[in-house]
C-alpha cells in the first residue's frame, strides 16, 4: 500500500537552532516528490519538486534532499517566520493519477 | 487577487442540511481538485476532474458530491451534513502533467462546522 509518515509531529527550535524534517514514502514508481509550507488558516503552499535519488533543491533557508526510500527537509538557520507546518506528498507513477499527502510536521521557532 | 478562491471561507450548520462549498481559480489550469484536511490525517483527496466532462472519485468520495460548472468553477456538494464531515475544506489546481509531475496549487480553504 502506498503510504508516506512524516515525522517528528511537531518540532520546536530556537531561532538559529538548524534541523532536518523526514518523510519517509513507499509507493508504486515514484513520479515526483513534494514539500510544501501552510500556515494556520490558510492552504497549503508549494515548495519544492523532486523527482529522483540524489536531487537536492534549495530556497532561502531550506533544502530539500531525495533517497529512494524518504526525503529530508533541512531548515538552516531558522527564523520565528519559519514557523509552519511542512507537508510532503507523492505521486505515483503507476496506476494514473495518485498523489498522497503526509500528515505534516509542525515547527515552531523561538526567537 | 488570488489565483484560486474559495467560499465560504467559514460556515457551521446543522445534521442534515445541504451545503456546498465553491471554489473558482483564474489560473488556467484543467485539473481541479477537492481535499478535505483533519488533525493527524493529513489531506485526503475526495474528487478531482480533468477537464469540464471528467469527475473521480477520490479515496473518501461517500456523502459528498460535486459540479463541474466551468474550467474554472468546481462545487463541492454535502448532501445531508453529518457531524464527523466537520473539517478543514481545500480546493486545488493543477496543468496537465509534465513527464515528470503535477504540481498542484491550493485555495485558502473553508472551515466547515457540522453541528
Known amino acids: 500500500e502506498d503510504q508516506v509518515t512524516q515525522s517528528p509531529e511537531a518540532l520546536r527550535l530556537q531561532e538559529g537552532e538548524s534541523s532536518s524534517l523526514n518523510c519517509s514514502y513507499t509507493?508504486?514508481?515514484?513520479?515526483?516528490l513534494f514539500w510544501y509550507r501552510q500556515d494556520p488558516g490558510k492552504g497549503p503552499e508549494f515548495l519544492f519538486t523532486l523527482y529522483s535519488a540524489g536531487e537536492e533543491k534549495e530556497k532561502e533557508r531550506l533544502k530539500a534532499t531525495l533517497t529512494k526510500k524518504e526525503s529530508f527537509l533541512h531548515i538552516t538557520a531558522p527564523k520565528p517566520e519559519d514557523s509552519a507546518t511542512y507537508l510532503c506528498a507523492v505521486q505515483a507513477g503507476t496506476g494514473g493519477f495518485k498523489t498522497i499527502f503526509g500528515a505534516g510536521t509542525r515547527l515552531f521557532v523561538k526567537a | 487577487d488570488a489565483d484560486v478562491t474559495q467560499t465560504p471561507r467559514n460556515r457551521i450548520t446543522k445534521t442534515g442540511k445541504r451545503i456546498m462549498l465553491e471554489c473558482s481559480q483564474t489560473k488556467g489550469h484543467d485539473r481541479m481538485y477537492w481535499y478535505r484536511q483533519d488533525p493527524g490525517l493529513g489531506l485526503r483527496l475526495i474528487y478531482y476532474s480533468f477537464d469540464v466532462k471528467d469527475i473521480n472519485k477520490g479515496e473518501i468520495s461517500d456523502g459528498y458530491s460535486v459540479s463541474r460548472q466551468a474550467q474554472a468553477k468546481f462545487s463541492l456538494s454535502l448532501e445531508s451534513a453529518i457531524p464527523n464531515q466537520t473539517a478543514l475544506y481545500f480546493c486545488a489546481t493543477s496543468s496537465p502533467p509534465t513527464l515528470a509531475t503535477d504540481t498542484q496549487y491550493f485555495g485558502p480553504g473553508t472551515r466547515l462546522t457540522v453541528l
Open positions: 509507493v508504486s514508481g515514484l513520479r515526483g
